[in-house]
């Protein structure tokens, strides 16, 4: 009885606390689990051995009573490369403007980032209303960019914004899958991924091959053991890497196992030491 | 009533070889994730197998629960589902994974129960017995968010918390695993179309 009881305030703080997260999270994964397997990044201007074929999106959005719809257009692969999101009323849309423009196009990579390289493509994002006239949105909106990393394992990256033929960093955070990072813009243009390290000029490989992302699950995994999703303008510490090695997680599970086993046997020891000659009744 | 016994292990100990079983089969998933040593599917089978055996390795047997299980389950989750779609705005556009349909749904569901089975099921149990039910009621909450943190990043923890209380509400109001199984499964079948 005590525990229908209970069943009803548990589940009022549940239900309070799934809207409560959905609203503040501004990106979260589709529901609360899955298995969602990731295609091979495709590059507009692919390396050796790589897959290319990158496109892009576009559509036309009605202005709804002077304001924007929810806007989310995404590049067609799985899980898309590049990503706009804006909330209802997110863009400051123009007097008399009727249709919002978006275009996302994968375009020739420019620009020098002071502190990593590129990884993959270049996104031009380009927000308009029919007439041409840029749209931008105030920081609050939280009208997002969200770009795919190469590497679906990828703990850090930075989303950088080209500007006067640099690329500045934007403070970015994982989407929380598979490898995609997502910033707040308030103005559109070229995005790109900036990672840590050398670019594959002088590196061997710009992260897994596409076959390692195509079977590779979701896997903002490495938030995990990065200690956050959180990133920030900071500049970007080079030869740092996309978190852990990969073969610490085996031997923290064995270790994890280990430990299991030792507290099992002292837990049985000791019931056999505590209880040999005094049997007691079953409860 | 007055059969002799070994009494059980420490009040902990059990719960404590559950949550290291779960942890060890979390572990592994995300090494093979890591890896890229099987596809998605194929890697979700392994983690269902992992957690079935985890739970019933304890000894425990599943609680079915009442009979209005199945309809508190499929309620429980349509919430789950709309909750989604009412606060759709603050989340990214999804689209459907391209796994092959039939075998997806058949590892969604059959992941999803085996995550209640081991978190609303053994370890509820054996925590309610040993600490409490409110007890049972945090730790496996914190824990089903804790695992997903690994798939989905640090930011989901609040969201999940949410729903391991949601889920672990239908476990008190059932009295079995059927309902927040069905819930469960239902809310991850939906990511298909949303």
């Given at each position: 009885?005590?525990r229908r009881n209970l069943?009803?305030?548990?589940l009022?703080a549940?239900l309070?606390?799934?809207?409560?997260?959905?609203?503040?999270?501004?990106?979260?994964p589709?529901?609360?689990?899955?298995?969602?397997?990731?295609t091979p990044?495709?590059?507009?201007?692919?390396?050796?051995g790589?897959p290319?074929?990158?496109?892009?999106?576009t559509?036309d959005?009605?202005?709804r009573?002077?304001?924007?719809?929810?806007v989310?257009v995404?590049t067609?692969?799985?899980?898309?490369?590049?990503q706009?999101?804006?909330p209802?009323?997110?863009l400051?849309?123009?007097p008399?403007?009727?249709?919002?423009?978006?275009?996302?196009?994968?375009?020739p990579?420019?620009?020098?980032?002071?502190?990593?390289?590129v990884?993959?493509n270049v996104?031009?994002?380009?927000?308009t209303?029919?007439?041409?006239?840029?749209?931008?949105?105030?920081?609050?909106?939280r009208?997002s960019?969200v770009?795919?990393a190469?590497d679906?394992?990828?703990a850090?990256?930075?989303?950088a914004?080209l500007?006067?033929?640099?690329w500045?960093p934007?403070?970015?955070?994982?989407?929380?899958f598979?490898?995609s990072?997502?910033?707040?813009?308030?103005?559109f243009?070229?995005f790109?991924?900036?990672?840590?390290g050398?670019?594959p000029s002088t590196a061997?490989?710009?992260?897994?091959t596409?076959s390692?992302?195509?079977s590779?699950?979701?896997?903002g995994?490495s938030?995990?053991s990065?200690?956050?999703s959180?990133?920030?303008?900071a500049?970007i510490?080079?030869?740092?890497?996309?978190g852990?090695?990969v073969?610490?997680a085996?031997?923290?599970?064995?270790?994890?196992l280990?430990?299991?086993?030792a507290?099992?046997r002292?837990?049985?020891?000791?019931?056999?030491?505590r209880?040999?000659?005094?049997?007691?009744?079953?409860? | 009533?007055t059969?002799?016994?070994?009494?059980?292990?420490?009040r902990?100990?059990?719960?404590?070889?559950?949550?290291?079983g779960l942890a060890?089969?979390?572990?592994?998933?995300?090494?093979?994730?890591?890896?890229?040593v099987?596809?998605?599917?194929?890697?979700?089978?392994?983690?269902?197998?992992?957690?079935?055996?985890?739970?019933?390795?304890t000894?425990?047997?599943?609680l079915?629960g009442?009979?209005s299980?199945?309809a508190v389950?499929?309620v429980?989750?349509?919430?789950?589902v709309v909750?989604a779609?009412v606060?759709r705005s603050g989340?990214?556009?999804w689209?459907a994974p391209?796994a092959?349909f039939?075998?997806?749904?058949a590892v969604?569901?059959?992941?999803?129960s085996a995550?209640?089975l081991?978190?609303?099921?053994a370890?509820?149990?054996?925590?309610?017995?040993?600490v409490?039910t409110?007890?049972?009621v945090?730790?496996?909450?914190?824990?089903f968010?804790?695992?997903?943190v690994?798939?989905?990043?640090?930011?989901?923890?609040?969201?999940d918390?949410?729903?391991g209380?949601?889920?672990?509400?239908l476990?008190?109001?059932?009295?079995?695993?059927?309902?927040?199984a069905?819930?469960h499964?239902v809310?991850?079948?939906?990511?298909?179309?949303?």
């Open positions: 009885m005590a069943a009803l305030p548990v009022g549940g309070l606390f799934i809207v409560a997260a959905r609203l503040a999270l501004p990106a979260a589709p529901l609360y689990d899955g298995v969602v397997p990731i990044y495709l590059w507009l201007d692919p390396p050796p790589e290319g074929g990158a496109t892009g999106a559509a959005i009605p202005v009573s002077g304001k924007s719809p929810l989310a995404a067609p692969e799985l899980e898309p490369q590049a706009i999101f804006g209802p009323g997110g400051t849309v123009p008399g403007a009727r249709t919002i423009k978006v275009a996302i196009q994968p375009v990579g420019e620009g020098v980032a002071t502190d990593g390289h990884d993959g996104y031009r994002i380009a927000v209303d029919e007439n041409g006239t840029a749209l931008t949105a105030p920081a609050s909106a009208v960019v770009l795919r190469t679906p394992a990828r850090e990256a930075t989303i914004r500007s006067a033929g640099s500045q934007l403070k970015t955070s994982s989407s929380g598979g490898g990072f997502i910033s707040v813009v308030t103005e243009g070229d790109a991924v900036i990672v840590p050398p670019g061997a490989t710009a992260g897994p596409a390692d992302a195509a590779v699950v979701a896997s995994l938030a995990a990065s200690g956050g959180a990133l920030s303008n500049p510490p080079p030869g740092d890497t996309s852990p090695p073969w610490l085996p031997v923290l599970v064995v270790l994890v280990l430990l299991a086993l507290a099992y002292g837990a049985t020891r000791r019931r056999r030491r209880y040999q000659g005094h049997p007691i009744r079953r409860r | 009533m059969a002799i016994a070994l009494r059980p292990p420490g902990v100990v059990r719960p404590a070889m559950i949550i290291t060890a089969v979390v572990g592994l998933r995300w090494a093979a994730t890591v890896a890229g099987a596809g998605g599917v194929a890697v979700g089978l392994v983690f269902g197998f992992g957690l079935v055996v985890v739970g019933l390795a000894g425990w047997r599943p079915l009442r009979r299980s199945i389950g499929v429980g989750g349509t919430v789950l909750l779609l606060t989340q990214l556009p689209l391209p092959a039939i075998p997806w749904v969604t569901i059959f992941v999803a995550e209640e081991v978190l609303r099921g370890l509820f149990d054996e925590l309610d017995r040993s409490g409110l007890a049972a945090l730790v496996t909450s914190v824990l968010a804790l695992m997903h690994p798939l989905y990043g640090w930011h989901v923890v609040p969201l918390l949410g729903v209380l949601w889920l672990a509400g476990r008190l109001a059932t009295g079995g695993i059927v309902a927040p069905i819930a499964a809310a991850d079948l939906a990511t298909w179309w949303l």
